[in-house]
């Protein structure tokens, strides 16, 4: 069985930050993109970052470029999301998604595996 686990979401003050993990089991990660994605209320679900499938290359939305990184350990199936300088915008629910291609995609369909999502609130 599949899984992607995250941890790291909280209660945050603007400008602070926090760092997420993602850990996944029961598949050969390696060879496939990573991305984060998160969902705020009333709104679609939107790509916030991405690795490729050995890390060398990262993707970012523009709204998070320059604050947020991404990083992957592929030895531990581990993804990772840094993010700094945090705004009220960022607050919504933070998934990490296992994608079909070894390319990083920004479409929520070309993902095949998520985790159960965790909570990041920005308080201005």
């Known amino acids: 069985q599949v899984q992607l686990v995250e941890s790291g979401g909280g209660l945050v003050q603007a400008g602070e930050s926090l760092r997420l993990s993602c850990v996944g089991s029961?598949?050969?990660?390696?060879?496939?993109?990573m991305s984060w994605f998160r969902q705020a209320p009333g709104k679609e679900r939107e790509f916030v970052a991405g690795?490729?499938?050995?890390?060398?290359?990262?993707f970012y939305a523009d709204s998070v470029k320059g604050r947020f990184a991404a990083s992957r350990d592929i030895s531990e199936n581990t993804v990772y999301l840094q993010m700094n300088e945090l705004k009220p915008e960022d607050s919504a629910v933070y998934y990490c998604?296992?994608?079909?291609?070894?390319?990083?995609?920004?479409?929520?369909?070309?993902?095949?595996?998520w985790g159960q999502g965790t909570q990041v609130t920005v308080s201005s």
């Open positions: 029961g598949r050969t990660f390696s060879g496939y993109a």
């Open positions: 998604a296992s994608g079909q291609y070894s390319s990083v995609s920004r479409l929520v369909s070309d993902y095949v595996y």
């Open positions: 690795s490729s499938w050995n890390g060398a290359m990262t």
